[in-house]
């Protein structure tokens, strides 16, 4: 694992990353678990860099209206993806589209476990909902939008959202979120969320040429309520065992 959050780029057009003041999202490397080890809070494309750095400052994307009142960003300085902190899943479109569709991919993993759901709603009303029940959680592959919440916990395990993710009200998430293919993260709703784990967001078209490049992603947290994001190896080393990645051999987060 390399980073709280992961979010590429290869667009071209700018990241749409906003997550409010220092009163509303903390986003956190810092182990909940205890354990030990270093690893960034938010990881970027290099052009986003700027961007990223502005608004962790307090200021708009642009550089412009600092405030002085960040958002909590532990430690404060994205990391840069580049080979050696970018997943196998995340190192081109191609990977991406392997990962999630391929024979042995995400998609056929859930349809093997009967986790497979063509919405958010689904996926909830199913007999392990999304996870909340089970010690260790569940894996969720959701092809379409979800929203998370209200509730707590939510849910745990590993879930993958091709849609929009919605992060909504009072909720708590263990574990790992991946959200590929839309690569839109919103919040709403008053009250408090907590993700802890990690979380994967990148921007894709489901077919195309392999040369495709990753879209401009959204991670707004900015929009009502409070959340944290913090990093959490148990949360994580939970998710691993209920499937999905696990099952598709990627390690290295």
Not at 38 to 64: E, F, H, L, M
Not at 125 to 138: F, K, R, T, Y
Not at 201 to 213: C, E
Request: hydrophobic residues 35%; proline residues 5%; contains cysteine.
């Amino acid at each position: 694992m390399k980073a709280t959050v992961t979010l590429p780029n290869g667009s071209g057009n700018p990241i749409n990353f906003n997550l409010g003041g220092s009163n509303i999202t903390s986003t956190n490397s810092v182990d909940a678990s205890g354990g030990g080890g270093t690893i960034s809070a938010v990881a970027i494309s290099d052009a986003d860099k700027q961007r990223v750095n502005n608004v962790i400052d307090g200021c708009d994307p642009d550089g412009s209206n600092c405030s002085g009142s960040g958002p909590n960003v532990t430690p404060g300085d994205p990391a840069i993806l580049a080979n050696d902190n970018t997943p196998s899943f995340l190192k081109d479109v191609a990977s991406a589209r392997e990962f999630l569709y391929g024979s042995e991919g995400m998609k056929q993993a859930a349809i093997n476990q009967g986790r497979y759901f063509n919405s958010g709603a689904a996926a909830i009303a199913s007999d392990a909902g999304l996870g909340a029940s089970n010690p260790d959680g569940v894996f969720t592959f959701v092809d379409g939008d979800l929203v998370l919440g209200p509730g707590s916990p939510t849910g745990q395990g590993t879930i993958i959202v091709t849609g929009k993710l919605t992060l909504n009200g009072n909720f708590q998430w263990n574990g790992v979120i991946m959200v590929l293919g839309s690569g839109e993260v919103y919040r709403s709703g008053g009250g408090h969320g907590d993700i802890f784990g990690a979380m994967f967001v990148a921007k894709f078209p489901t077919s195309g040429a392999d040369t495709d490049q990753f879209g401009a992603p959204v991670f707004d947290t900015s929009g009502g309520g409070t959340s944290n994001i913090q990093y959490s190896s148990d949360a994580v080393d939970k998710a691993k065992s209920v499937g999905g990645h696990s099952v598709k051999g990627v390690r290295e987060y």
